[in-house]
């Protein structure tokens, strides 16, 4: 039986990149790209015409930016994730793009095998941040006081073990690396990350990771 392969659409204005991202990609024997588009205005359409699991997006188009799109694409019914990968790390940049509902940050320097690996794990519903993104929602949180303050008083709503889990997501741990650390099942940390994501009102795990990171967990 052949394996299931992650589907993606690579949304770049830049057909240069859209282009070497399709070859890198689909190179992976467990990813293929079944579609692109060339600007957040096409990606509806795209989505309308493929079953797609993971969107690589890009921030700065000349139509409907990658934030916006990312937004519109999330309230979608049975939305697929979102992976940012850009050239761009303003702060302005990763907040909107990760409150938007993206649940990963890349920068467009990162190794073709670690965006390899994004995918994959936008594809379990798992969190990936660039470096450089994490460096910047820290210097963030500790900059902006009422930030820190806002994101405490969010998770005072959750129990103790749901904050420990709420700080191994901020550090970007898997399901499975959450389980040994904290010495449980698998099946018991997605019950406390599904009851964390219900409780908090966030959409997926890198809102959660944010929200750690703004309360200074991580």
């Known amino acids: 039986m052949a394996a299931v392969r992650v589907r993606v659409l690579v949304v770049d204005d830049d057909a240069l ?6 070859m890198m990609l689909d190179g992976a024997h467990d ?5 692109e588009a060339a600007d957040g205005a096409e990606v509806p359409a795209a989505l309308d015409r493929h079953a797609v699991d993971v969107v690589l997006m890009d921030l700065r188009m000349p139509r409907v930016d990658g934030v916006t799109a990312t937004a519109r694409l999330r309230a979608r019914p049975g939305a697929p994730e979102v992976l940012v990968l850009t050239t761009f790390d303003t702060d302005e940049e990763i907040l909107g793009a990760l409150r938007a509902g993206a649940c990963g940050y890349l920068l467009k320097d990162t190794p073709p095998p670690r965006i390899a690996e994004a995918v994959r794990r936008a594809a379990a ?3 990936t941040l660039s470096p450089a993104v994490t460096r910047r929602l820290m210097e963030h949180a500790v900059d902006r006081a009422d930030v820190a303050a806002d994101a ?3 998770l005072a709503a959750l129990t103790d073990r749901e904050r420990d889990v709420v700080a191994a997501v901020g550090r970007g741990l898997t399901n499975a690396e959450i389980a040994a650390e904290l010495y449980v099942s698998v099946a018991t940390v997605k019950a406390q990350v599904s009851h964390v994501l219900a409780t908090l009102d966030v959409g997926n795990r890198t809102q959660v ?6 309360a200074g967990l991580v």
Not at 17 to 22: G, M, Q
Not at 31 to 35: K, L, R
């Open 125 to 127: 519903g798992e969190a």
């Open 152 to 154: 405490r008083t969010r």
């Open 209 to 214: 990771a944010l929200l750690a990171h703004e």
């Open 31 to 35: 990813i293929a790209v079944v579609a």
């Open 17 to 22: 990149v859209r282009s070497a991202l399709v």
